[in-house]
């Protein structure tokens, strides 16, 4: 059927549905390796040549020449290549420095010059790559390991997305937002490995460090086929590989030079290929430690617990993780790799409220796991498919350090000494309490349990297929298996003895209490077919994705499915100006707790969970211009329209006899940009950008539940400014380096300036009061200015770099949420502001 212009197939197929995943099960992974293509001709008669040989130096892959002089190289890593081009009576042609990025084709011509006699020597040409690059049909932004590594505040995968101009962060709900979109609505990839926390949206439930990095390409629009359960972008990331020799590196990072923050971050890498293995075994291993009491500390000591013997957990924030890859060369043709990798973080949020007793809020503990086997297999030069097999997890947890046990004993004796006058004083009770009116608690503790789990195990496989030189077909099919465990119980101090048979631990306590354990699974299956001929580019397909809650959850509707066409186009109009088109319908799932959900209570009120709830989905268009500029620069200007609907939205169903609100799809909103970008790429000392975003974000509801959880306020019937509908952003980054990674010194600094005109906001009482509007007001504009000066030496065997990072050097304390705190607290919040002049020192080492 259709809804609201939205192709939602819900038809009675499970059967086939099943038969089919579970023939051919598999996960779609993003796009992890690239192609290289061209076309060789005689440099005197400008016909082609055919049989000639082209290699990739130092590896195994490589291709020959067709009767029209083309040939084409497909499943490349990315990185950099030298590309042989050699024949018998012509002299070999090597170009190097050609780049191959994952998912896109990179264009490299031959004119290879007869002769008579055989030369022995090579001619070399260093290659330039292209300002305008027409690999693909999607917006995205590509950074490598070393362009991270120099730029200020990206420290993970993380940080390198929140200082994208595209991406706002809403710091009330602590967000990442995509030309947008909701918090939810980007997908992280680790690998080609889905890795987002699904049962509550929001962030990626595993962060990467930038010494795990390879490559990082943010996804903005217009993505393909391959992809899904995503609608506003994709951060597609891979990590390192294992080196063919021993390497070992390691960096520390610190403010305690300036004692500000008690920041340290570590981390290091270690490869090596397996002995006696005559490097067909290559190994990895990294790992990080970010410990911080950040710049709202509670200034209380923190006791955690111990891991392997090593205690940890002694600041406000303690992040740290592990990982091992293996790579096995079983075959010319294909490789094996396994992989995991395990992160831990414990932490505490600065609670405004809960100055007078922080450590009587909420603790959080996170745990995730993923694990990975991966064959990747070429099949001649024109086909290749990988097969992996994964399994994440994710443990989220977090209390306000008593069970609820404890928390109602506290809150019977403290009411059992109200209620007989005792004359004495009680040290402490259940309930936050403000005992002297000055709106800070002076005693009780937060008042909720929460603790989710999920696994995600799923088998994955994809194939590729090169058809001449002009039809890249991919295709493929997915499926996920998940185990959904929630225990959340509100309000710890309420206990009623009639419910002590209640699932889920402390049973009988908590007014409100969601536990469940459920087994869903999720799928789907696409086509891709990439058309190439002479630049012009157009990329078609279309995928099916499916949805089945479960044999747990009693519906009617426990399966759905839906379609999503999508197709892009680049054409070079001219040697220096190219045009980029993409349309397509991207459907997500909304966050699995929303389908689960039992009941939820606030006072007498109640919020029920749908099972039947429809995926949202986002209706997208794009284009973009770019013209290469005299100064060898590129000028871009790029516009999108998104089109959202089927939002989640707490929708009020009944009053009587008290009021119940439902989980629906009956929110919805749109987005619009303009983007302008001057883009100079690097050349012998300087590289810069400058980029300026036009944008408006609206919207019915800028929370999921914000009927519910503001029921106070009167509810919108139109569009508003949503709370991350930020009008003016720039960005400037400039880079200026002497020398270069293969001379024994190199010396340079990176400067990055970004400015934002100010989120919108409401004046609750205001609009309480029916004067004013949701969110009217707006806070100030902000900027901040990030330098990085670095040195790296080559000394002997060692390379030696030192850092000096100082973040907000102007150190403007940016408005970045209003500060609820009355005027008469005397105390406003520090989490309102901005992070202060920051200054870091960095030292590393590597063999």
């Given at each position: ?10 038809i ?76 018998m ?28 006699i055989?030369?022995k ?48 962060k ?6 990442y ?58 951060v ?20 305690r ?6 920041t ?19 190994l ?24 392997w ?11 740290f993780g ?30 405004h409220?809960f ?18 086997i ?49 004359p ?17 608690y ?46 959340e ?51 078609c ?25 999508r ?39 109640r ?16 284009f ?61 000392h ?13 919207g ?23 709370s ?78 030192f ?45």
């Amino acid at each position: 059927m259709e809804v609201q212009g939205f192709i939602v197939l819900d038809i009675n197929m499970k059967r086939a549905v099943f038969v089919l995943f579970f023939v051919f099960p598999s996960l779609l992974s993003g796009a992890i390796t690239g192609k290289i293509m061209g076309r060789i001709i005689d440099v005197e008669t400008r016909k082609p040549l055919s049989f000639v040989n082209i290699t990739l130096e130092k590896t195994t892959m490589g291709a020959i020449t067709n009767n029209d002089g083309n040939y084409y190289i497909i499943n490349i890593p990315p990185g950099e290549y030298n590309v042989r081009a050699q024949m018998m009576g012509y002299r070999t042609v090597v170009k190097k420095g050609i780049y191959v990025d994952a998912g896109k084709t990179v264009f490299t011509n031959f004119e290879l010059e007869e002769t008579v006699i055989e030369m022995k020597d090579v001619i070399i040409v260093r290659a330039t790559r292209p300002l305008i690059e027409p690999g693909a049909t999607h917006s995205s932004r590509v950074f490598a390991s070393k362009e991270i590594e120099r730029i200020p505040r990206a420290y993970s995968v993380l940080r390198l997305l929140e200082i994208q101009p595209e991406v706002v962060k809403d710091f009330r709900l602590e967000e990442y937002h995509l030309r947008g979109g909701r918090g939810g609505e980007i997908l992280y990839l680790v690998d080609g490995i889905p890795v987002n926390d699904r049962f509550v949206g929001g962030s990626a439930a595993i962060d990467i460090p930038v010494s795990e990095v390879k490559r990082v390409e943010i996804l903005k629009g217009g993505f393909e086929t391959e992809y899904g359960e995503a609608q506003s972008g994709i951060v597609n990331l891979i990590t390192a590989s294992p080196d063919t020799c021993f390497s070992l590196a390691t960096s520390y990072k610190t403010d305690r030079t300036t004692q500000q923050f008690n920041t340290d971050y570590v981390d290091f890498s270690f490869s090596n290929p397996f002995p006696f293995t005559r490097k067909k075994v290559l190994l990895l291993f990294t790992g990080f430690g970010d410990f911080t009491d950040t710049y709202t500390p509670f200034g209380y000591p923190h006791k955690r617990g111990e891991f392997w013997g090593i205690k940890y957990g002694a600041r406000q924030n303690n992040a740290f993780g592990f990982s091992m890859k293996a790579l096995v060369k079983l075959l010319n043709t294909g490789k094996l790799t396994l992989s995991g990798r395990g992160n831990f973080n414990a932490y505490e949020k600065y609670r405004h409220q809960f100055i007078e007793i922080p450590d009587h809020s909420y603790r959080y503990n996170e745990e995730s796991s993923l694990y990975a086997i991966s064959w990747n297999h070429s099949i001649g030069y024109s086909s290749f498919y990988e097969l992996k097999l994964s399994s994440f997890n994710t443990h989220f947890h977090f209390d306000p350090g008593l069970s609820p046990p404890e928390i109602h004993l506290l809150e019977e004796e403290h009411l059992w000494a109200e209620e007989n006058e005792i004359p004495w004083i009680i040290d402490d009770r259940g309930v936050a309490t403000d005992t002297d009116e000055d709106w800070f608690y002076e005693v009780g503790y937060d008042s909720s349990y929460h603790n989710h789990k999920e696994s995600n195990n799923s088998i994955m496989f994809d194939f590729t297929k090169q058809f001449e030189n002009k039809h890249l077909i991919k295709l493929g099919v997915e499926n996920h298996i998940w185990h959904l465990e929630k225990e959340e119980i509100e309000q710890l101090w309420y206990y009623d003895s009639t419910r002590i048979d209640e699932e889920g631990p402390y049973p009988g306590y908590g007014w409100s209490r969601d536990v469940y354990s459920v087994h869903p699974s999720q799928g789907g299956v696409y086509v891709q077919d990439k058309y190439e001929r002479e630049g012009l580019i157009v990329n078609c397909g279309v995928r099916y994705d499916y949805f089945y809650t479960g044999k747990e959850i009693d519906t009617e509707k426990r399966f759905r499915g839906y379609i999503s066409p999508r197709i892009g186009f680049f054409y070079p109009i001219t040697d220096k100006d190219a045009f980029t088109f993409s349309f397509g319908l991207y459907y997500q799932m909304p966050e699995y707790q929303y389908v689960f959900m039992t009941t939820k209570w606030r006072g007498p009120d109640r919020l029920i969970g749908n099972p039947e709830l429809k995926p949202e989905c986002t209706r997208a268009y794009e284009f973009k211009v770019e013209h290469e500029l005299p100064v060898r620069a590129v000028f871009s200007f790029a516009m999108y329209k998104k089109d959202i609907r089927n939002l989640i939205n707490a929708e009020l169903v009944g009053l009587y006899p008290f009021k119940s609100y439902k989980i629906t799809n009956s929110s919805y909103g749109d987005a619009m940009g303009f983007e302008f970008e001057f883009r100079k790429p690097a050349g012998k000392h300087f590289t810069g950008r400058i980029i300026y975003i036009l944008s408006w974000a609206k919207g019915k509801n800028t929370k999921d539940l914000e009927n519910f959880e503001d029921m106070e306020l009167p509810e919108v019937m139109q569009e508003y400014p949503l709370s991350w509908d930020e009008r003016h952003r720039v960005k400037i980054v400039t880079s200026y380096e002497i020398g270069s990674d293969t001379v024994p010194h190199l010396t340079g600094a990176t400067a990055v300036w970004t400015y934002g005109s100010g989120l919108p906001y409401s004046l609750i009482e205001q609009v309480k009061q029916g004067n004013l509007a949701k969110n009217s007001e707006r806070l100030p504009s902000h900027s901040t200015f990030d330098i990085e000066v670095y040195r790296k030496m080559n000394v002997s065997f060692t390379t030696l770099t030192f850092s000096l990072i100082i973040e907000n050097l102007l150190n403007n304390r940016n408005v970045v949420k209003p500060d609820r705190t009355p005027y008469n607290a005397g105390l406003e919040d520090p989490t309102t502001k901005s992070k202060p002049t920051t200054i870091l020192l960095e030292l590393g080492i590597g063999f």
